[in-house]
Nanobody, 121 residues
Framework: HVQLVESGGGSVQAGGSLRPSCAAS????????MAWFRQAPGKEREGVAR????????YYADSVKGRFTISQDNAKTTVYLQMNSLEPEDTATYYC???????????????WGQGTQVTVS
């Protein structure tokens, strides 16, 4: 089992930055891949970025490429999402997820955090 706890969301003006984090605990073999998803009211959950915890390989949705960066700490227990040049369209609840399939679709992830709100005005 894997537990995920997000923190670091908040409210910011357009053009600003935020850096939510996700602390993971539990069996490492269940979290070969870590990802960030987001869901705005009335919209489907969409993948934002993912990182393969072993190789550090990353992948981004086109909508955030060049603005967001996913990274992990040396212990590979915390994943970060550096979000720069934020736009109102980035407003959503952001979820951390862990799984064994390095996709950017929700069905690739078995474990989910509780979510952290990001509001851009």
């Amino acid at each position: 089992h894997v537990q995920l706890v997000e923190s670091g969301g908040g409210s910011v003006q357009a053009g600003g930055s935020l850096r939510p984090s996700c602390a993971a605990s539990g069996y490492t073999y269940n979290r070969n891949c870590m990802a960030w998803f987001r869901q705005a009211p009335g919209k489907e959950r969409e993948g934002v970025a993912r990182i393969a915890t072993g190789s550090g390989n990353t992948y981004y949705a086109d909508s955030v490429k060049g603005r967001f960066t996913i990274s992990q700490d040396n212990a590979k227990t915390t994943v970060y999402l550096q979000m720069n040049s934020l736009e109102p369209e980035d407003t959503a609840t952001y979820y951390c997820a862990a799984g064994t399939r390095c996709l950017l679709t929700p069905d690739g992830y078995r474990f989910w955090g509780q979510g952290t709100q990001v509001t851009v005005s």
